[in-house]
């Protein structure tokens, strides 16, 4: 039987079976609404408090400024659309890294079309952003700034300290997008000077479905959505109790783990990218190469494509991405690796492997094995391949 290697940590993360426990009862024996005023609703209701100060715990934040969400996705829309519309009166500039997650570009394109103006910062060849290149990029009417904590594409962290620091000095609104981040770095809001947040609990290995979004307390917001009083009438809906009830448990775990976690990650990731790199010849790592995650080995293979290697890669057992999981079955080019002024069609040949707490040295080991002869039968199929062979020849 082929060995089967799970290496998409990026795209999600497997549910602990201790979550699992703590959701089980919230489907079925603890069932009542958190908004009914009886004791079935009680038992939910605090249910769903725990769970908010587990989450705040997670990242140094006080239960009442934890907003639960349906998804990392949807606590991005919360903080780029009710956090700009919030401030309108002040001004009407946002400024965004040219590598966010889709879930904040597109929700900035669409403050664009309600009359604010967008800011696209630049990113280095690593992907870093630069607290520099976000002073310059600061107006007098600029009430917004969303720079991501880490890039789930590239891996590459980046110095939310530093310019949160720039951006609160210009009197500005502080986002960070979390989502990859959680669970692999320590993360502390008070630290980190933010005033919003986003997590998904999937990342950290509780259930898809649910997020949340810290909202520093004094901040306003505006809803998305109208028609409830839930989450302080921040996002109304009927909550999610199970998915609420994994989250916290999965947040409240996170912590314990955590050193021991991110040394077992960046032992494997480092072997990844040895291994990798002696068996395979005209690959690009991207990213960068110590200010990443410790879980998150990423590359290009130049003259193939991503797309064909992770289906020959999933015939050996292998699960990994190319790009991020929003894109990765769009056949386009990376915006992140594009910001990155990676060329497009070395960009093409993607790979992503994000290891997590399960993984093993065996089960890199099988990766390395696997991806040579995978990358050799598509280059012998390649065009640009062909094309390289024949000016290498002409060169000689």
């Known amino acids: 039987m082929t060995r089967q290697v799970y290496m998409d940590h990026m795209a999600t993360t497997p549910l602990l079976p201790e ?13 009542g609404n958190p908004a009914s005023l ?7 209701r605090e249910a769903v408090e725990a769970s908010r100060a587990q989450v705040a715990a997670f990242i140094g934040a006080r239960p009442e400024e934890i907003v639960f969400t349906g998804s990392g996705t949807e606590a991005n829309n919360m903080a780029i659309k009710g956090l700009a519309q919030a401030q309108e009166k002040k001004g009407r500039h946002i400024v965004v890294s040219a590598i966010e997650h889709f879930s904040v570009l597109q929700a900035a394109r669409t403050m664009e079309k309600r009359g604010f103006e967008v800011t696209l910062v630049p990113v280095d060849a690593d992907g870093l952003v630069s607290p520099a290149a976000v002073a310059a990029s600061l107006r007098p009417d600029t009430v917004l700034v969303s720079v991501m904590l880490a890039n789930p594409e590239v891996g590459t962290i980046e110095p ?28 502390n809001v008070e630290e980190l ?6 997590l998904a609990a999937c990342q950290f290995y509780g259930p898809k479905g649910v997020g949340a979004l810290y909202l520093r307390r004094g901040v306003r917001l505006i809803p998305l959505m109208d028609g409830g009083v839930q989450e302080g009438g921040r996002r109304p809906g009927t909550d999610n109790v199970p998915g609420i009830v994994g989250m916290g448990r999965a947040a409240a775990l996170a912590p314990a783990r955590l050193p021991q976690y991110a040394e077992h990650l960046q032992s494997l990731r480092e072997r990844l990218f040895t291994g990798i790199t002696a068996s395979v010849e005209h690959i690009l790592i991207t990213g960068h190469r110590q200010q990443r995650l410790p879980g998150h080995a990423s590359f290009c293979v130049r003259f193939i494509e991503g797309e064909a290697m992770l289906m020959l890669l999933d015939a050996r057992g292998v699960a990994c991405s190319s790009g991020s999981a929003c894109t990765s079955r769009a056949l386009k080019t990376s915006h992140v690796l594009t910001a990155m002024n990676v060329p497009a069609e070395t960009a093409q040949g993607s790979l992503v492997f994000s290891l997590g707490l399960d993984n093993t040295a065996e089960d890199v080991d099988h990766v390395v094995e696997v991806l040579p002869p995978v990358v050799q039968r598509l280059r012998q199929m390649s065009p640009l391949w062909d094309k390289f062979l024949k000016g290498k020849k002409e060169g000689s």
């Open 160 to 187: 939310v300290r530093e310019i949160a620091t720039v951006v609160k000095e210009h009197g500005a609104i502080m986002h960070t997008d979390a989502v990859a981040a959680a669970g692999q770095i320590p993360i």
């Open 19 to 31: 979550v699992l426990e703590a959701m089980l009862p919230y489907f079925t024996q603890h069932f």
């Open 38 to 44: 009886h004791s079935w609703g009680d038992a939910a």
């Open 193 to 198: 000077g933010v005033d919003a947040l986003s």
